[in-house]
């Protein structure tokens, strides 16, 4: 049973940073890829950021150059670091996993889904 779980949401200013974790548990094959997604009110979940089990990445072109995906294997845990923020990113962020080749930045290619962490941004 794989499970994700979230953490390093919260409320900032315009121009400040978070950085979210997601702990992930319960994988079983080499080729995996992981992402972060996010919804605000009334719109669709849209991928953000995608790294897969080679360390190939790829981004949204709204968050390019500000947010940084990344991965450490020996404590399963993915990473995403936003910096530069804007009021246009705050939503709720999503932890994904799927297995096979990626990276992936469509929500039905994904499997397994965390609960989410908030990030507001004021202006």
């Known amino acids: 049973q794989v499970q994700l779980v979230e953490s390093g949401g919260g409320s900032v200013q315009t121009g400040g940073s978070l950085r979210l974790s997601c702990a992930a548990s319960?994988?079983?094959?080499?080729?995996?890829?992981m992402g972060w997604f996010r919804q605000a009110p009334g719109k669709e979940r849209e991928g953000v950021a995608s790294?897969?089990?080679?360390?190939?990445?790829s981004y949204a072109a709204s968050v390019k150059g500000r947010f940084t995906i990344s991965q450490d294997n020996a404590k399963n845990t993915l990473y995403l670091q936003m910096n530069s923020l804007k009021p246009e990113d705050t939503a709720m962020y999503f932890c994904?996993?799927?297995?096979?080749?990626?990276?992936?930045?469509?929500?039905?290619?994904?499997?397994?889904w965390g609960q989410g962490t908030q990030v507001t941004v004021a202006s």
């Open positions: 994904a996993a799927g297995y096979g080749l990626g990276p992936r930045l469509l929500p039905y290619e994904y499997d397994y």
């Open positions: 319960g994988y079983r094959y080499s080729n995996y890829y």
């Open positions: 790294i897969c089990s080679s360390g190939s990445s």
